[in-house]
């Protein structure tokens, strides 16, 4: 009889949430942007630059941030490690019984935590400081250059729609069709994040769309309000 392993998701998180956030964020960004040009300015020419260079700008940004944010807690996560490396070379005992407490805290007896931290350490006594005291194992930790690609390319990704809608639109309606198509596909992406995060599609799904009209909204009555001032 064969056993499936459990499946779990966990494990998606990190490239998850860069992966929704950053299309999420192209595509609802880009898309206000446009929005806002359109009810301003409506010329073609103004409006396609404008989405161009909301994707540039936007997918730049993303990757730049989403870089330094995780590059710092690498740095964080190094320092921690080679201080726990050092505690283990220098008091081992200490550092034995400090990953006795913890399985003991887990509901562990006394002897067995002790048997536990005893092997694990046999085997592999950082590794298992770092994931059982530090909360560091290869889920959560810290990959600072994929997370600034993942960011880049899933923001070009989402802000590449409203870039096509601007090329092909009618320009009376464009506002309209920029709304319709980023709601039909916001919908499409929390319903596949939820679908993959193993969450409620329904409420992802109105979550979404709310926040997500509300920002093009807003966007699109400023940037009428700038062009009935500007006129």
Not at 28 to 44: D, H, K, N, Y
Not at 85 to 108: N, S, W
Not at 115 to 128: M, Y
Request: aromatic share 6%; charged share 20%; hydrophobic share 50%.
């Amino acid at each position: 009889m064969h056993h499936q392993l459990e499946k779990h998701y966990v494990n998606r998180v990190g490239w998850l949430r860069v992966a929704v956030l950053g299309a999420n964020d192209g595509l609802l960004s880009t898309t206000s942007i446009v929005i806002g040009v359109a009810a301003a300015e409506p010329e073609r020419h103004v409006i396609i630059l404008a989405a161009l260079a909301g994707m540039i700008a936007g997918a730049m940004s993303m990757a730049a941030g989403e870089y330094v944010s995780v590059s710092s807690q690498e740095d964080t996560e190094k320092a921690d490690l080679i201080r726990e490396k050092r505690e283990l070379e220098e008091m081992p005992e200490i550092e034995l019984r400090e990953l006795a407490k913890i399985y003991e805290r887990r509901g562990c007896s006394k002897e067995t935590a002790m048997q536990v931290a005893t092997e694990l350490t046999e085997h592999n006594a950082l590794e298992a400081h770092a994931r059982d005291e530090l909360g560091i194992n290869e889920i959560t930790q810290a990959k600072p250059l994929q997370a600034a690609v993942a960011s880049f390319g899933s923001f070009a990704v989402g802000a590449l729609l409203p870039f096509t809608v601007s090329l092909l639109a009618p320009i009376k309606e464009m506002i309209y069709f920029q709304y319709g198509f980023s709601i039909i596909f916001l919908m499409l992406l929390g319903a596949i994040s939820a679908r993959t995060g193993g969450s409620s599609i329904k409420i992802a799904v109105l979550r979404i769309c709310f926040w997500g009209t509300v920002a093009m909204g807003v966007t699109a009555l400023v940037g009428h309000l700038f062009g009935v001032n500007i006129s």
